[in-house]
Each structure stands twice: as C-alpha cells, then as structure tokens.
C-alpha cells in the first residue's frame, strides 16, 4: 500500500515557494539598498545647488533603504504565517 503523497507535495510546494519569495526578497533588498546609496550621493551632490532638493533626497534615500532591508523579513512573515494558519493544506 502507497502512502499518501498529498501531505508531502503541498510542503514540497511551500518550500519552493519561500525559496522564489526568498529570492525575490533578496533581489529587492539589493536593489533598495543600491538606489538608496544612488539617492544618498545624488543628495551630497545637490547640496550646494538646492538644500531642499538635497534634503528630499536624503530622505527619499533612507526610506528606499529602509524598505528594502524590510522586504525580505516580510516575505519570511508571509510564509511563516501561511504554514502556522494551514493555508497550504
């Protein structure tokens, strides 16, 4: 007799979802640190032109920074609290 196969299938398939979320976490919080830095030296460089300007970039800059280092513990959240509530069986 076969054991069912179902169980096993729907964790194989949560799996490879947080391996793509995972991914995609990691690729974002990349890129938002890497526009935030774009962001940040574009602000020193605006600064003796316009200090507005270079102060709307400074924050436009943490805030990018700060949204992608907060992309990854998100999807982390996504999926733990997927497989606590069962949405997966």
Do not use: Q
């Not at 007799?1 to 949560?14: D, K």
């Amino acid at each position: 007799m076969e054991p069912n196969p179902a169980g096993m299938v729907r964790v194989n398939n949560l799996a490879h979802l947080e391996a793509l979320l995972n991914f995609l976490g990691n690729g974002a919080e990349i890129l938002g640190v890497g526009l935030g830095i774009l962001f940040l030296v574009l602000a020193f460089r605006t600064y003796k032109e316009s200090k507005k300007k270079a102060f709307t970039h400074l924050g436009v800059s943490l805030l990018v920074v700060v949204v992608g280092l907060s992309i990854p513990g998100f999807f982390i959240w996504l999926v733990s609290s997927s497989r606590d509530t069962c949405n997966f069986y």
